[in-house]
């Protein structure tokens, strides 16, 4: 049997992910990050997941993006509510809701943009949740350790979830290390490796996977 996989994202990069893993042997259900505001909608929508696949091994959060970027001064507090305070808040709602579901060996990844780090302008809003969900991560990794649930955060290329107008948001003083960025294919391919049980003595880390972009200490 595969990888039980609950994916939680919405666009290109998620899509892709979904078919890239399916191409791996995983069985991937999708959750809409829309539904995940209310916690009693999470909840619902996590169990449907669930009882189709039968368990989960592994549970991937991607962060949604907003349309485009905005200046700070230009940021509203309905824009910010939407691209920071939301996603937070249904990512606290799709962990609790998962909990039940999860057993010794299951994953948690989640998956930002490397602004997450360094920032980003225009995305200040994306940036502080991404922030927020590695800081969410490292607690999950703790409180859900002694139960060998463990966690990783992937942080990619910021184009890959935040547009071509961030493509110079990394923070980088040169291009990638490795002549490309990075696509969903690469990025499955460490969530694939993330599932396995040989990767199950790491948790809470970031890995940073943008082709050597950004080289953080």
Known sequence: MGTRTLLCGVGSLSDDLIARLRARG???????????????????????????????DLVVHVLAAPDGPTPLVDLSTDAWVAACEDPMVGALH?????????????????????????????????????EGLR?????????????????????VAPELLLGPAASSAGGALTGPALGHTGGADDLAGIVDALASPDAAFTTGSTIVADGGTWMAP
């Open 26 to 56: 995983h069985l991937v259900e999708a959750v809409d990050p829309s539904v995940l505001v209310a916690r009693a909608d999470a909840g619902s929508a996590v169990d449907a997941v669930a009882g189709s696949l039968g368990a989960v």
């Open 94 to 130: 799709l962990l609790q809701a998962c909990r039940s579901h999860l057993g010794a060996g299951s994953r948690i990844v989640h998956v930002v943009p490397t602004s997450a780090m360094g920032g980003a302008p225009g995305f200040a809003a994306t940036s502080t949740a991404a």
């Open 135 to 155: 800081a969410l991560n490292k607690s999950v990794a703790r409180q859900w350790g002694a139960d060998r649930i463990t966690t990783a955060v992937v942080a």
